[in-house]
C-alpha cells in the first residue's frame, strides 16, 4: 500500500467561561481569527483567479459516489462537497466543467479550468506527462492529495466465472472506462494473459456507466473501478442485484487534485485549505455521509503518489 506521511488531526475549540460577556468575548476573538485565516488564504490565491472569483474544476461528472448529478443536475458526491468546502476556506466560488475522464488532463493544458477533481489517482506517469514507457505524452501536472481508494474488480451477482483476481481475467472480456488508472492496470494484465496463453479482451468505453451496461447485459464479465464506486454500485444498482465487488483492493493510491505545473501557487493555496477542512472536522463529516471513511487521509500532502 503507498504509504504517505501523515500528521495528527487537530480541532481548534473556544473554551466556554461562567461569565457570559466572557464567552461572547471569546467567541468573537474566534470569529476574528477564522476570518484573518480566511482573508490570509484568499491572498495566496493566484491574482487571476482571485480577481475572477471562481475556482473552475475538470471533473467527469459521472462516477457515484465520488462525483456524479442528482436527480435535479446538480453536481454531488464526495468530490463536489470537499471541492465546496475548500472553495469557503479560499474565498471563491466553485464551478464543475463536466468532461469525459480522458480528456480532463489536455482540458487542463489548453486552460479550460483551473484544476482537475475526478477521482483521479496521482501517479508518476500523469506527474509527469509519461506513458508507461517512458515516453513523453504531455508536460505533466502536479497533484494535492486527500484521499485513499484502491481498484476493485466488479461482476454480475453471483459471480458466475468465479473470478476474484487479476489472474482470474484471463480469459474473459472487461470492460471498462479508458484513461483511468484502472485501464492502465489492464494493460499490464494483458500481457501476463497473452504470455499465460488465455488472452484477456477489454473494451474501453467513454464512461462507466456504459462498461457497468455491457458487464449487467453479460457482454463482459467484469469491469474495474475505484473500490469506493465499485462498493456503491454493488449496493445500490437496481437494489443490490445486479453486481457484486469480487476482491479485495488492488494497488491502493491517493486521490489528487491536478494542477498545472506552472502554478505552483494555486497547489500550495489548495494544500493549505484542504488541511484546514480536513483539521475542521469537515472532511470526516464529508467522508461519513458518502460512506467512504476508510479512505480517508490524514492530511493532504502534494505529488505523494508513486
Known amino acids: 500500500m503507498q504509504r504517505i506521511t501523515l500528521i495528527p488531526r487537530q480541532i481548534g475549540r473556544c473554551g466556554a467561561v461562567v461569565a457570559a460577556g466572557s464567552l461572547l468575548l471569546t467567541a468573537c476573538g474566534g470569529e476574528q481569527k477564522q476570518q484573518n485565516s480566511a482573508d490570509e488564504l484568499h491572498s495566496l490565491v493566484p491574482a487571476g483567479i482571485r480577481a475572477a472569483g471562481v475556482l473552475r474544476i475538470g471533473s467527469d461528472l459521472n462516477y457515484a459516489p465520488v462525483e456524479f448529478r442528482d436527480a435535479n443536475g446538480e453536481e454531488t458526491g464526495l468530490d463536489p462537497e470537499i471541492a465546496a468546502a475548500v472553495g469557503k476556506e479560499l474565498g471563491l466560488r466553485i464551478e464543475f466543467v463536466d468532461t469525459t475522464f480522458d480528456k480532463l488532463l489536455p482540458g487542463l493544458h489548453d486552460k479550460q479550468y483551473d484544476v482537475v477533481m475526478s477521482a483521479m489517482s496521482d501517479n508518476r506517469q500523469r506527474r509527469e506527462g509519461t506513458d508507461d514507457s517512458g515516453k513523453q505524452t504531455g508536460p505533466g501536472v502536479d497533484f494535492v492529495d486527500y484521499f485513499i481508494a484502491g481498484t476493485s474488480i466488479l461482476v454480475r451477482k453471483g459471480n458466475p466465472k468465479s473470478i476474484s483476481d487479476l489472474d482470474d481475467l484471463c480469459g474473459h472480456t472487461v470492460a471498462l472506462q479508458r484513461g483511468t488508472t484502472q485501464a492502465d492496470v489492464i494493460d499490464r494484465q494483458t500481457v501476463a494473459c497473452t504470455k ?70 494555486l497547489r500550495d493555496a489548495l494544500l493549505k485549505a484542504l488541511n484546514r477542512v480536513i483539521r475542521s472536522g469537515e472532511y470526516d463529516k464529508i467522508l461519513t455521509k458518502w460512506n467512504v471513511t476508510a479512505g480517508a487521509a490524514q492530511n493532504a500532502v502534494a505529488n505523494g503518489g508513486f
Do not use: H, M, W
Open 196 to 265: 499465460a496463453g488465455k488472452p484477456l479482451k477489454v473494451k474501453l468505453f467513454d464512461n462507466d456507466d456504459l462498461a457497468l451496461a455491457e458487464l449487467a447485459a453479460g457482454r463482459a464479465d467484469a469491469d474495474l473501478n475505484d473500490f469506493p464506486v465499485a462498493a456503491y454500485v454493488a449496493q445500490q444498482r437496481d437494489g443490490g442485484k445486479t453486481f457484486q465487488v469480487a476482491s479485495a483492493q488492488l494497488q491502493p493510491g491517493p486521490y489528487g487534485i491536478a494542477v498545472p505545473k506552472d502554478n505552483p501557487a
